[in-house]
């Protein structure tokens, strides 16, 4: 029988090829057509099956919860939902470019989540993880880690972007278009993690008895979250655009990355995370 864990190792390198095939159909000036990107929804199909069959492993096991509790686990939602919202994306521009940048990202999660050497087992949930809540903080936080992340392809996209004629410039879309991108998903991404900002109040004050502590993953959370309000704020009232709205971005990219992984060397109420 074929478990969860075969699935993600598979889909694992299944990644890297729907990379390289973006990256042919840009050489070629998209002569591939759509395939791609009807490489990339089948992928992202079958990762989604094998995040629910993690889950319904654990209830085989009896201990029954989403499979969201772990480093690894988040991983693997993480790189899913890069893919399922670069796919909405794609089908609302009508355009493949972003692939190139978008596509190494879930194979680099993956990557990691399956050649280190954190724990990859399905264990049982220590008492502070055993709360629904659980399942809306980790969805609305990756969901906006994940737009985010395209946020940051389409920000390095819009600085290897030069004036002049060149043939990046022709693979590349046009700078409005990547700063439309940008903008779409820093406000995706923004809602996202405020809901999870909130969600997680919630949850630590039904699990700790406190609803903000300044944990470090919480402090960080919040300097993530004050760093995309200062990229909306930019924009919406100060008129930012171009080169400097899309450093602010990356930084606040940058940000989310210690957020996900720099705070784990910390000691804090969210230690598990790197189990």
Same mark, same amino acid.
């Given at each position: 029988?074929?478990? /969860? @864990?075969?699935?993600?190792?598979?889909? #694992?390198?299944?990644?890297?090829?729907?990379?390289?095939?973006? +990256?042919?159909?840009?050489?070629?000036?998209?002569?591939?057509?759509?395939?791609? /990107?009807?490489?990339?929804?089948?992928?992202?199909?079958?990762? *989604?099956? *094998?995040? @629910?069959?993690?889950? !319904?492993?654990?209830?085989?096991?009896?201990?029954?919860?989403?499979?969201?509790?772990? +480093?690894?686990?988040?991983?693997?939602?993480?790189?899913?939902?890069? $893919?399922?919202?670069?796919?909405?994306?794609?089908?609302?521009? %009508?355009?493949?470019?972003? *692939?190139?940048?978008?596509?190494?990202? &879930?194979?680099?999660?993956?990557?990691?989540?399956?050649? @280190?050497?954190?724990?990859?087992?399905?264990?049982?949930?220590?008492?502070?993880? !055993?709360?629904?809540?659980?399942?809306?903080?980790?969805? #609305?936080?990756? =969901?906006?880690?994940?737009?985010?992340?395209?946020?940051?392809?389409?920000?390095?996209?819009?600085?290897?972007? !030069?004036?002049? %004629?060149?043939?990046?410039?022709?693979?590349?879309? @046009? !700078?409005?278009?990547?700063?439309?991108?940008?903008?779409?998903?820093?406000?995706?991404?923004?809602? /996202?993690? /405020?809901? *999870?900002?909130?969600?997680?109040?919630?949850?630590?004050?039904?699990?700790?008895?406190?609803?903000? $502590?300044?944990? &470090? %993953?919480? #402090?960080?959370?919040?300097?993530?979250?004050?760093?995309?309000?200062?990229?909306?704020?930019?924009?919406?009232?100060?008129?930012?655009?171009?080169? %400097?709205?899309?450093?602010?971005?990356?930084?606040?990219?940058?940000? =989310?990355?210690? #957020?996900?992984?720099?705070?784990?060397?910390? &000691?804090?109420?969210?230690?598990?995370?790197?189990?």
């Amino acid at each position: 029988m074929i478990t /969860s @864990s075969q699935i993600l190792s598979v889909i #694992t390198f299944v990644y890297f090829f729907v990379f390289l095939t973006y +990256l042919v159909n840009q050489l070629v000036k998209e002569r591939l057509s759509y395939i791609p /990107s009807i490489l990339l929804l089948l992928t992202t199909l079958i990762h *989604g099956i *094998g995040i @629910s069959l993690r889950w !319904k492993e654990s209830y085989e096991l009896g201990y029954g919860h989403a499979p969201f509790s772990t +480093l690894y686990e988040s991983l693997i939602f993480y790189s899913w939902a890069i $893919s399922a919202i670069y796919l909405l994306l794609e089908w609302r521009t %009508k355009s493949t470019s972003l *692939g190139v940048l978008v596509t190494p990202l &879930p194979f680099l999660a993956l990557a990691y989540a399956s050649f @280190s050497k954190m724990n990859k087992g399905i264990q049982p949930l220590i008492p502070a993880l !055993k709360s629904n809540w659980l399942i809306a903080h980790v969805i #609305t936080c990756f =969901v906006g880690y994940a737009a985010f992340a395209i946020s940051f392809a389409s920000c390095i996209l819009y600085l290897l972007r !030069k004036e002049e %004629k060149n043939r990046i410039k022709s693979l590349i879309p @046009s !700078k409005e278009v990547l700063e439309e991108i940008n903008y779409n998903m820093v406000v995706i991404g923004f809602v /996202s993690l /405020s809901l *999870g900002i909130i969600t997680g109040a919630i949850w630590a004050n039904v699990a700790w008895g406190s609803y903000w $502590s300044w944990d &470090p %993953k919480e #402090t960080w959370s919040l300097i993530t979250w004050l760093v995309y309000a200062s990229v909306l704020h930019a924009r919406l009232t100060r008129g930012w655009r171009g080169r %400097k709205l899309a450093i602010l971005s990356i930084i606040g990219f940058c940000c =989310v990355i210690f #957020t996900y992984f720099g705070v784990n060397l910390l &000691p804090g109420l969210h230690s598990y995370a790197t189990m």
